[in-house]
């Protein structure tokens, strides 16, 4: 049975959350209720607990059993935490890492899909500051369930009032179905830049982060996987429980992903590799002269079309770093590669892609379909392509 941890605040629409935990319950989840103190002025611990049969947290210094921390117990057996309502007050908490009480301090205990449903005055909903914390929420991979229009309990109409209970339900389903989606499977990717050495100094390499690559390692491990990634020197940090294998190079990554892909299923080439690498390396630091000089380049081995020759039983999902939409030429690396799908995105844009915390990927498949995910986050677009592909 999966369990709910069901976060409380403080806004009116906290006596709907008694409906909410009914429903869950109903839903066959397990269900524990965690309240602020702003939202124990509108409903009671006593309630809840009655309700749901378990005990209910609200101050931080809580122990249901005694010895126990009970942030800690709660949110490491939790499958799902979902807050409804969530306020403004929360919200900001929640995306900046405050932890003053026991739901926010339990928050930032939790590792797995989190679902919020905020609820307040529709000023405060369109303000800013509140756009900006779900923003941040987002990004992170939480999933929002948006108010509804209609009139709030100040006499005012407009978008902030509590989403229905059926599709808060929904949407909590929802989040535990994906975090099972690769429950027993393997995942290899490969991310960031290659650098070919010029000399002991210089090297060729491009600008990918590995942004990218690691938003798709916390979507396939939140999603229930074994996740390895081969990177090269990126300037993104990679998740947590997440085992990272870096290189420098091309040859390098293919000995890495060619050792780690045996008895995988599904392999994302997300790295930027160098196609090219200098000829002859030079020992030490070249001297600048007044002559030109000329560089040699050899071709690099393709590391996906290796990846898909060798592993016919793992889906192999390249990657394409385009000027333009470059659907024509896709295919044919597609076809080229024997890869079961490519994922392009326009490099030539500033606002995606490399230097940017969003991307735009159009993702191509073998049997001749084509999907575009639309500008989301990394994150986002990372969910988004393993929803694709599995």
């Not at 602020?36 to 059993?65: I, N, Y």
């Not at 293919?254 to 200098?278: E, S």
Request: negative net charge; hydrophobic residues 45%; aromatic residues 4%.
């Amino acid at each position: 049975m999966a369990e709910v941890v069901l976060g409380v605040s403080g806004s009116v629409a906290a006596y709907r959350a008694c409906d909410l935990a009914r429903e869950l319950m109903r839903a066959g989840f397990g269900v524990r209720v965690c309240l602020t103190d702003s939202a124990e002025r509108f409903v009671s611990r006593a309630l809840f607990e009655a309700l749901t049969g378990r005990p209910c947290l609200q101050d931080t210094f809580d122990e249901p059993e005694a010895g126990r921390m009970a942030h800690i117990d709660w949110a490491r057996a939790a499958s799902v935490l979902v807050v409804a309502p969530a306020t403004a007050n929360t919200l900001a908490k929640l995306a900046h890492g405050v932890g003053d009480d026991m739901l926010t301090t339990l928050a930032l205990a939790y590792r797995g899909p989190v679902v919020v449903a905020p609820a307040m005055n529709p000023a405060m909903y369109a303000h800013q500051a509140t756009q900006t914390s779900l923003a941040v929420l987002r990004g992170r991979g939480v999933d929002v369930v948006e108010p509804t229009e209609g009139d709030v309990a100040c006499g005012e109409n407009g978008q902030g009032k509590l989403a229905s209970i059926a599709t808060i339900v929904a949407a909590t389903q929802a989040a535990v179905d994906r975090s099972r989606r690769l429950d027993g499977q393997s995942v290899l990717i490969t991310a960031g830049p290659t650098e070919e050495a010029i000399d002991d100094v210089r090297t060729i390499t491009n600008r990918s982060s590995g942004k990218m690559g690691f938003a798709l390692a916390r979507v396939c491990r939140d999603m229930g996987a074994r996740v390895v990634v081969v990177a090269g020197p990126t300037t993104a940090t990679p998740p947590a429980d997440v085992d990272v294998v870096r290189v420098r190079t091309a040859e390098e990554m293919l000995q890495a992903a060619t050792r780690l892909a045996q008895g995988v299923d599904l392999v994302f080439a997300a790295a930027a590799v160098a196609d090219y690498r200098p000829a002859e390396r030079v020992v030490g630091k070249m001297r600048r002269t007044a002559e030109a000089i000329d560089l040699k380049l050899v071709p690099n081995p393709d590391i996906v079309a290796t990846l898909a020759r060798d592993c016919p039983h793992a889906k192999v999902v390249a990657f394409a770093a385009e000027p333009g939409e470059g659907l024509e030429t896709a295919r044919e690396k597609m076809a080229r590669k024997g890869v079961a799908a490519i994922a392009v995105n326009d490099v030539s844009r500033a606002d995606v892609g490399f230097d940017s915390d969003d991307n735009e990927i159009t993702l191509l498949t073998d049997d001749g379909q084509v999907s575009k995910s639309g500008k989301r986050s990394k994150l986002a677009c990372a969910r988004w392509l393993v929803e694709q592909v599995t």
